[in-house]
């Protein structure tokens, strides 16, 4: 088993293999393609992208990295001046390989292992798209008007106008909304008691009863006290003497009648007897 074992042996030597990585690098820095078979193209492919990464830094001790590994110094120049400047802003994957077929004599796996050339265009990223379901709760819940600015641009208000002057019209605002339901009440009143009127009158049960309504709601009148009269003694006498002038009177009265009736009775028996006759 294979575990944590990364790369291959290729069949040779470690120093042997190291040589060969060396000198197939530096070939493919200066050539930008090379062509091998297809594991030792995909060893190949790790090793140099490692470096680029490396020249991609600019320092000098990346440039001491590289040229520990990359003996010629026209290749180091080029890595860190064209190919770093190349590379710049992709995130990886510098080279591509590209499978050719089989190689006569040993039917071995061919393939070119070459440096990417083209410029690196970053793809769009693609708006997430909303699930149905919250469109539909979207659409379905009204809009809700909670900003300032919206209540600010249903008054007319502008950004310009001083927070004293919004103040102001908000306050008219709500004296005119509390005066129109005043007076549509007052309105209204009228109208219901004109219908009340005609009900009761069309109606002679609901007229007595409105009129026990108006009997128990008027006040008992009470009696009035009597004033005190803060008069002198000397008024007071000649009340006393009226009254007995007023007594006298009443027997008087009742003769009179008496005597009416007496006399109609005469007349009654005068008339009564001549008819006898």
């Known amino acids: 088993m294979r575990h944590k074992r990364v790369g291959r042996k290729l069949g040779?030597?470690?120093?042997?293999?190291?040589?060969?990585?060396?000198?197939?690098?530096?070939?493919?820095?200066?050539?930008?393609?090379?062509?091998?078979?297809?594991?030792?193209?995909?060893?190949?492919?790790?090793?140099?992208e490692k470096y680029i990464t490396i020249a991609k830094k600019g320092t000098l001790s990346a440039r001491r990295a590289a040229a520990a590994f990359v003996k010629d110094k026209e290749v180091i120049q080029k890595l860190f001046d064209e190919l770093a400047a190349r590379f710049k802003d992709r995130p990886g994957g510098y080279t591509r390989i590209v499978k050719l077929g089989v190689r006569t004599g040993d039917n071995a796996p061919i393939s070119l292992i070459e440096l990417i050339q083209e410029e690196y265009k970053p793809k769009k990223k693609r708006p997430k798209r909303a699930r149905k379901k919250k469109a539909q709760t979207a659409a379905a819940e009204p809009e809700t008007k909670s900003t300032k600015k919206e209540s600010a641009e249903e008054l007319g208000l502008s950004e310009s106008e001083k927070p004293e002057e919004v103040e102001d019209k908000t306050e008219t605002a709500e004296q005119e909304a509390s005066e129109q339901p005043t007076a549509e009440a007052n309105a209204q009143e009228p109208e219901t008691e004109e219908v009340e009127a005609k009900a009761q009158a069309n109606d002679p049960q609901e007229q007595e009863e409105s009129k026990e309504a108006e009997a128990k709601s008027e006040p008992e009148e009470q009696p009035a006290e009597p004033e005190l009269a803060e008069e002198p003694q000397e008024t007071a006498e000649p009340q006393a003497k009226a009254e007995p002038e007023e007594e006298v009177s009443e027997p008087e009265a009742e003769a009179d009648t008496q005597s009416e009736d007496s006399a109609e009775d005469d007349k009654a028996e005068q008339e009564s007897s001549d008819k006898k006759e």
Do not use: G
Not at 27 to 33: A, I, K, S, W, Y
Not at 34 to 46: C, F, G, P, V, Y
């Open 12 to 48: 040779v030597t470690t120093k042997h293999r190291r040589a060969m990585f060396r000198n197939m690098v530096t070939d493919l820095f200066r050539h930008e393609r090379i062509k091998t078979t297809d594991t030792r193209a995909k060893e190949l492919r790790r090793v140099a």
